[in-house]
DNA sequence: CTGCATCCTTTGAGATACTG
DNA sequence: CAGTATCTCAAAGGATGCAG
């Protein structure tokens, strides 16, 4: 993958798609912004990605400094995720994604109901 | 492509998502939103995606139902391409989107010269 | 000027099996 | 419990050439 950290001289909007391009990375911070979470609560609360692509996501947010990534050296294992300060920060991001995503699903709807 | 309607009982989230998953559709949202453009004018405003990309591209956001393809049957041919209503209310996410962008750009900064 | 058709390459999600 | 290692497959993006 692309160095993560030449995001430099970008315009903000190319510098967040980069960030948010996992199919994944949105709904992850979504739930992370509600509660810091251990892998396997993450997992039951998105049914439909692997482990595999969960752990691929995870990292990439890590990466990117929006995630933290708490190891509990215990046996079994724990781990819990959270949001750093500029994952926090997303937030405000999130609140309008969640806002026009509303709207838009009212939209469509209505589109449909008059098709008929 | 899957069906672009096909987006009822989604989370706000994953709806979105699936909308602005292309490389550039936030980066022509954001230029549609300052201004109707002709299909060559977005071209020169963003020269790292081909004709053929930008096409399908713009045919996506199209067919989403937040992007007007106006055709001037003229020759030499004319097309314009401005935001729907919808469309125009995506602004919500592309102001935020600015925002964050521009702090994690900083941070990104303060992080880098701190590491020196 | 706009943009389609074709082909090619890369990316990344998903499935599966295995490990400390 | 929380991963890692491979593999496969589909989709997206990009390059190029042609057309109305």
Redesign the interface.
């Known amino acids: 993958m692309e160095d993560k950290?030449d995001?430099?001289g970008?315009?903000?909007?190319?510098?967040?798609?980069k960030?948010i391009?996992g199919?994944?990375a949105?709904?992850i911070l979504?739930n992370l912004s509600l509660k810091t979470l251990r892998f396997g609560e993450l997992q039951r609360l998105l049914p439909d990605l692997t482990q595999a692509t969960l752990t691929k996501q995870l990292r990439s947010l890590e990466e990117y400094?929006l995630v933290n990534r708490h190891v509990f050296p215990q046996v079994p294992p724990k781990v819990e995720y959270s949001l750093t300060d500029?994952g926090k920060?997303?937030r405000?991001?999130?609140?309008?994604?969640?806002?026009?995503?509303?709207?838009?699903?009212e939209?469509?709807?209505l589109?449909?109901a008059a098709q008929k």
Chains 1, 2 share one sequence.
């Open positions: 950290h995001l430099f970008k315009c903000p909007f190319i510098t967040a798609q960030i391009a199919k994944w949105v709904v979504h400094g500029i920060e997303f405000i991001v999130l609140d309008s994604v969640s806002i026009w995503g509303e709207k838009y699903i939209h469509a709807k589109l449909e």
